[in-house]
T-cell receptor, first 116, second 113 residues
Framework: GAGVSQSPSNKVTEKGKDVELRCDPI?????LYWYRQSLGQGLEFLIY????????KSGLPSDRFSAERTGGSVSTLTIQRTQQEDSAVYLC??????????????FGEGSRLTVL | AQSVTQPDIHITVSEGASLELRCNYS??????LFWYVQSPGQGLQLLLK??????LVQGIKGFEAEFKRSQSSFNLRKPSVHWSDAAEYFC???????????FGGGTRLMVKP
């Protein structure tokens, strides 16, 4: 498709279960980002991929969170042993990644995670 | 570290009235600055951006923003608000490496008929 695609759009899970969230970026975009949007917390950076470089994982809140990007395209964010505080909307964004486009991110509609 | 502050969490305006949303930034050099809008249930969409040059920047949907270095501000304005402008608005600045955006806390705009 033309935009950033995320799935699932909604996920309800029980505490302690693992979840996987998927992001399909815009074709040709080399940079991919995951952000978390929680009530009262604003937008929180999680992880950044740029081409074949090692990802910037500095925003991941704990070792229960991990992400990978296969073939420089699709990315999966995995949360292991989910906790109630993980409930949030997880937003994926992509960008061309260089030059004056820096900062012009194209966002998906997000995956809303609810941990019971 | 770079940061942005949006002092107003909620703003309500009447349809047809003018709008100004505040954004203050902290940055070591001349910043790149962005405004994004998030409509209910949607992802974020870029409204406008400032890189250099003219300090008054025009964006989509009739929005504009003015970069004021002396005030460390990048306020978003619209002369006449429409009901469809009800959304959450985020100001953002990239880090030094330009590989990550830091967002303000957002301002939720409500429009009265």
């Amino acid at each position: 498709g033309a935009g950033v695609s995320q799935s699932p759009s909604n996920k309800v899970t029980e505490k302690g279960k693992d979840v996987e969230l998927r992001c399909d970026p815009i074709s040709g975009h080399t940079a991919l980002y995951w952000y978390r949007q929680s009530l009262g917390q604003g937008l929180e950076f999680l992880i950044y991929f740029q081409g074949n470089s090692a990802p910037d994982k500095s925003g991941l809140p704990s070792d229960r969170f991990s992400a990978e990007r296969t073939g420089g395209s699709v990315s999966t964010l995995t949360i292991q042993r989910t906790q109630q505080e993980d409930s949030a909307v997880y937003l994926c964004a992509s960008s061309p990644g260089v030059g004056q486009n820096t900062g012009e991110l194209f966002f998906g509609e997000g995956s809303r995670l609810t941990v019971l | 570290a770079q940061s942005v502050t949006q002092p107003d969490i909620h703003i309500t305006v009447s349809e047809g009235a003018s709008l100004e949303l505040r954004c203050n930034y902290s940055y070591g050099a001349t910043p790149y600055l962005f405004w994004y809008v998030q409509s209910p249930g949607q992802g974020l969409q870029l409204l406008l951006k400032y890189f250099s040059g003219d300090t008054l920047v025009q964006g989509i949907k009739g929005f504009e923003a003015e970069f004021k270095r002396s005030q460390s501000s990048f306020n978003l304005r619209k002369p006449s608000v429409h009901w469809s402008d009800a959304a959450e608005y985020f100001c953002a600045v990239p880090n030094n490496a330009g590989n990550m955006l830091t967002f303000g806390g957002g301002t939720r705009l409500m429009v009265k008929p």
